[in-house]
Every structure is written in C-alpha cells, then in structure tokens.
C-alpha cells in the first residue's frame, strides 16, 4: 500500500517538550529503507514492517561524515519507543552484525562505535508481556544528546 502524500502528524517533541511536526510515508516496496547520513553523523531508518503487526526493526547509523574517520570515537545511543501521549513504552534492542537477538542488549545509554547497526523491537510493552495496543507510535533514537524521531503504526 502507498499514500499519495505524506502523513503529517502532529507530535510532542520528546527532547525538549517543543510541538513538532512529523512527516513519514509508508515504504513503496517491503524491502528496507537505505539510511541516509545526517550532517550530524547519525540516521534512523524506517521501521520494517511498518505498519508492524508485532515485530520490528531499526535500521541506524551513527558516526561522523563522511565515512567513519575515527573507528574508535564512541558515541551513547538510546532508541526508545513512545506512544502519541509520550509516554514510553519500549527501550528497543540491539540486533546482532547479522541480525541475532541472542544476548541483545537494551539500546539505552550503549556506548557504540560508527557502523550501521540495528535494532529491534518485540511489540509488547515493557515489563509485561503484553502487545501494546494497535495505534501510532513515535520511535527515537538519541546520540550524544541529538535525536531524531520517526513513526510507526501497530495494527494486529
């Protein structure tokens, strides 16, 4: 499914409690969204599936351009998931190189170095074992201090 225009969303900019406005579309094709780099070194991609009936994942890149000049600067990455009303549902984790959860960590305050990474998100709310509700949802990730902000919708 496509929209012939961008959605806009009115939302609550979780940095710095400022209105902001939002724009996203959905993906023309299922396949992931390249990340493009950011004059501030970092990017998040689109979520994928999205619209998500429970999992998904994050692609991200964090660094300084052009390319990597310094592999061993360590950046602190945060990627938590919202609802409309700001109210954190998830902290996201971090997938393995090639995708594996097994001893993932928790993307909140992780010091990484600059790569493409990614990161995933089971659905559910944090510290139950329940889905979170269908709905919108605003996923951010935060890099030493800068963040962006992306959306994504949960329909079961």
Same mark, same amino acid.
Not at 13 to 38: E, G, K, N, Y
């Given at each position: 499914?496509?929209?012939?225009?961008?959605?806009?969303?009115?939302?609550? #900019?979780?940095?710095?409690?400022?209105?902001?406005?939002?724009?996203?579309? !959905?993906? +023309?094709?299922?396949?992931?969204?390249?990340?493009?780099?950011?004059?501030?070194?970092?990017?998040?991609?689109?979520?994928?599936?999205?619209?998500?009936?429970?999992? !998904?994942?994050?692609?991200?890149?964090?660094?300084?351009?052009?390319? #990597?000049?310094?592999?061993?600067?360590?950046?602190?990455?945060?990627?938590? =998931?919202?609802?409309?009303?700001?109210?954190? +549902?998830?902290?996201?984790?971090?997938?393995?190189?090639?995708?594996?959860?097994?001893?993932?960590?928790?993307?909140?305050? %992780?010091?990484?170095? #600059?790569?493409?990474?990614?990161?995933?998100?089971?659905?559910?709310?944090?510290? !139950?074992?329940?889905?979170?509700?269908?709905? =919108?949802?605003?996923?951010?990730?935060? %890099?030493?201090?800068?963040?962006?902000?992306?959306?994504?919708?949960?329909?079961?």
């Amino acid at each position: 499914m496509t929209w012939r225009r961008p959605v806009r969303l009115l939302a609550v #900019c979780l940095a710095a409690a400022l209105p902001v406005v939002v724009s996203a579309q !959905t993906p +023309v094709s299922p396949a992931q969204p390249p990340v493009r780099l950011r004059p501030d070194g970092f990017d998040l991609g689109q979520s994928s599936p999205n619209p998500t009936a429970g999992e !998904t994942r994050f692609p991200f890149f964090v660094g300084d351009p052009p390319v #990597c000049r310094d592999v061993s600067r360590q950046y602190r990455v945060t990627l938590r =998931i919202y609802n409309l009303l700001a109210q954190e +549902v998830a902290v996201a984790l971090l997938a393995g190189p090639n995708g594996e959860l097994d001893g993932a960590r928790r993307l909140n305050g %992780v010091m990484l170095t #600059c790569r493409q990474y990614q990161a995933y998100w089971d659905g559910r709310v944090d510290g !139950t074992q329940r889905d979170a509700p269908d709905g =919108i949802y605003l996923y951010r990730l935060e %890099v030493n201090g800068r963040a962006v902000v992306k959306k994504l919708v949960v329909h079961r």
